[in-house]
């Protein structure tokens, strides 16, 4: 038995998510589980996050397990012949036989892609959400160093009960010349995200570019945690789950042990 | 009444093609004179170019007869709301009431784009042709200027008859690192260019860079014109339509008669 690490790429648009949920519902870890039964893997897939309907990923980490003799490096041909256009494996690796693609991430980034143009773009639909008046960056620039550190982003997150407090390491602006047009990409990573909160966040800020609310507002969403002071939660389709970390020795298949998260980050096989 | 050039975008995935054909089969050409209705401009649209179910186009010109009067710029916007999201309008202007979108256009350019990685991409799909194997670039780069020049393109075209001489003023190869891995585009410009011979070229090109014909065989298409030479058309999915050129003075809404095609490019509007 072998404990194996993949990465998959997904258009998320036609998943109603990342996880399971009641039968009929289309999701990438359906779908992923119905192709480990098909090559002989047991068919349970564990995620390093959670995506919303609509949002994509550009490498998510997926561990599961493997009693067959399929060479490991076949495995992701062998996961792509039974799985959908919009749903493939790029790359895979046996790691330590306890290793955990959630619990032991070290941590995982996003980017949220805004398209800035006059006119809405047909082949950026469902890739990134168009925004047809120009944004402050001074504002954006000025509001993302709030968000960095330890806080209760309660008051982002959707649904979400309990403890709060997450650590947001980077939270930064990239500009991009796309050939589409302008883009503004929001990239941030952190430990590990509430619900919705990238979401809630990057509506937030998309209120603070369009000089809708200051870029000191978001103090009080952190202070005081209540999802009505924030903005409406960005549409999922201009999200994308970048990747996640693991601890290097993590992802030795001779390894065991949980592991330090608070080691250095190494980056997933991405060959 | 005025005429009107317009630049459109669109995503090909969802079009039985650009040209209105029979009735119940979606093409661009059939949505955007529908929109023209709605806007009160005569419902004919004619474009620079044709493209085929599938293909896409970054800035398709159209021309068209506008009788009303709304404000030639916000013409995009007044289209763009009558329009589906798979087919928009980027810019409008106001050009010689004699001024005619294929006629008068100097050159067209075409883009195919090629992911070169171990596994598909399923954010891709439909965007790009994805090629699993490592292509020879020495000997693309050693076919592709075979192509340059006047030469009779029927062996290269699609269910074409008569007349297959055209021009080709550029044909090269572009090297690109997507996010989503390595990606090679291979672009046309020319006059004017057959049915299916940008797919057929790209198709063709595909084999000489697989190793499964010579550059040199591409000598023998172009000299015999016959289609069973080339190689299989390549999918229309990673085919783009960029951009048409147009003389100047046709630009220009007092101008009148039929321009000098061998005058100097100026590339359309892209505001």
Redesign the interface.
């Known amino acids: 038995m072998r404990r194996v690490l993949i990465l998959a790429?997904?258009?998320g648009t036609g998943f109603a998510g990342l996880q399971r949920q009641r039968p009929g519902l289309r999701t990438v870890q359906g779908e992923l589980e119905g192709a480990l039964g098909r090559i002989g893997a047991l068919p349970k897939a564990v995620a390093a996050g959670r995506t919303d309907a609509g949002v994509?990923a550009?490498a998510m980490p997926f561990h599961f397990d493997l009693p067959g003799r399929i060479p490991t490096a076949r495995i992701?041909?062998a996961l792509?012949r039974f799985l959908p256009?919009?749903?493939?494996?790029?790359s895979a690796r046996e790691v330590a036989p306890d290793f955990h693609a959630r619990k032991d991430a070290l941590w995982r980034a996003y980017r949220y892609r805004l398209l800035l143009r006059?006119?809405?773009?047909?082949?950026l639909?469902g890739?990134a959400l168009w925004v047809g008046r120009p944004l402050d960056l001074a504002a954006l620039r000025e509001a993302l160093p709030l968000l960095l550190g330890r806080h209760n982003f309660l008051g982002f997150a959707r649904e979400e009960v309990g403890e709060g407090v997450r650590e947001l390491y980077e939270a930064r602006l990239e500009a991009a010349e796309g050939?589409?047009g302008p883009e503004l990409h929001l990239y941030f990573r952190g430990r590990s995200f509430l619900r919705g909160q990238v979401r809630g966040m990057v509506g937030t800020l998309l209120e603070v570019g369009l000089g809708k609310r200051s870029p000191e507002s978001l103090r009080r969403i952190l202070e005081e945690g209540d999802r009505r002071l924030a903005g409406p939660s960005a549409p999922p389709q201009g999200l994308y789950f970048l990747e996640a970390a693991y601890p290097e020795e993590r992802l030795s298949p001779s390894a065991t042990g949980s592991g330090d998260p608070r080691r250095p980050a190494g980056r997933p096989p991405r060959s």
């Open positions: 790429e997904y258009d994509h550009l992701p041909e792509n256009q919009d749903l493939k494996v790029l006059p006119h809405p773009s047909p082949l639909r890739r050939e589409l």
